[in-house]
């Protein structure tokens, strides 16, 4: 806005002096023509004087206006408001003055809501740990007086526990999702443990399903976030427990490694269910939040478990695939990690 106006400033004050100047030349022309020449250079001369002054003091003005807003954007106070109405023409004042006020408000409100969210996401992680110690303790129950009831009792009972402890995690996750100061820690972790850490909490719901479990290619040793990687596979094995063959439902887990000149080492682990698989036109949606597809079976999902893996897996850097599995007609989600050298530091 300030420049246009520097610019309509320009053109309106070369013209009232074009203008000025052909009015004198004409007078001079009428009362003494011998003197036209003389006089056109002079005049020439004089606007060229006064152009150039006006352009070199406007120009000033402009960059003093400005450097004056950008020193109240920067750090919106009284004192640089002030400073700010002092260099911006007087006629801009009112407009500015309700700008301004406009933008505490706003800026006001997104305060509130950032505190809102923080305290919101605080209560959320305290719950979570509150509630995981009735958790534990109905776990260590069930453990203490297993031989007391009927076997299919205590496994439905398992898988229950089972059932909430996840849905416990995942609300955890989610609420550290946007957090400002994520606590990721690289270390070196075995695939094979991990991937037993992921399926561990998910063996009463897979023996209650009767679903086999097929491990390939572990001894992988990579640096990695083991918590956010054990989390991401979580989210895998249960898709694949909830859409596997209803009657001889099978889970295949396998980890690899292999590099290239593009993309360099990088790990995969990818999990593999039998089922029905996923539409083609479902799967560039897979990761997105509360997707669940035209599938019978994933209506009551919230769709949310691989779109917290896709989060987790985009703030380290790491990538996710999903995609039909044509030997068996099933499904399969891998997350691929790139290879990270001892020592190594991530600046991305």
Not at 30 to 52: C, E, H, M, R, Y
Not at 122 to 140: F, R
Not at 166 to 177: A, G, K, M, P, T
């Amino acid at each position: 806005m300030i420049r246009a106006r520097m610019n309509q400033n320009m053109i309106f004050l070369l013209g009232m002096i074009l203008l000025t100047d052909a009015f004198f030349i004409l007078l001079f022309y009428l009362a003494a023509p011998s003197v036209l020449q003389i006089v056109i250079t002079a005049v020439l001369i004089f606007d060229g004087l006064v152009f150039a002054f006006s352009y070199v003091f406007f120009r000033r003005r402009r960059e003093h206006q400005l450097k004056a807003i950008q020193s109240f954007l920067e750090q919106s106070n009284r004192e640089h408001f002030n400073t700010m109405l002092e260099q911006v023409d007087p006629v801009f004042h009112p407009l500015l003055s309700v700008a301004v006020d406009k933008y505490k408000e706003k800026e006001f409100l997104l305060e509130e809501t950032g505190e809102q969210a923080k305290q919101y996401r605080e209560y959320i992680e305290a719950w979570v740990h509150e509630v995981k110690t009735p958790l534990s303790l109905g776990t260590l129950v069930l453990g203490n007086h297993r031989g007391k009831m009927p076997k299919d009792v205590a496994r439905k009972m398992d898988c229950s526990l089972a059932s909430v402890a996840e849905q416990v995690d995942r609300i955890l996750f989610y609420s550290r999702l946007e957090s400002a100061h994520a606590d990721y820690y690289l270390s070196e972790v075995s695939s094979e443990e991990v991937i037993e850490s992921a399926l561990e909490p998910m063996l009463p719901i897979i023996e209650e399903m009767g679903i086999r479990v097929v491990k390939e290619g572990f001894n992988q040793r990579m640096i990695c976030d083991r918590r956010i990687l054990t989390f991401i596979l979580s989210q895998f094995i249960s898709n694949a427990i909830k859409y596997c063959h209803s009657q001889n439902g099978m889970i295949q887990v396998d980890a690899e490694y292999s590099e290239d000149l593009r993309t360099g080492g990088q790990y995969r682990i990818r999990v593999t269910d039998n089922g029905q698989g996923a539409a083609p036109e479902d799967l560039p949606f897979i990761f997105d939040k509360g997707f669940t597809g035209h599938h019978a079976g994933r209506q009551k999902a919230t769709g949310m478990g691989l779109y917290l893996a896709q989060k987790y897996a985009l703030a380290l850097n790491w990538s996710l695939s999903a995609e039909p599995d044509p030997k068996r007609g099933g499904f399969s989600v891998s997350v691929i990690i790139p290879k990270i050298e001892a020592g190594e530091k991530r600046t991305d």
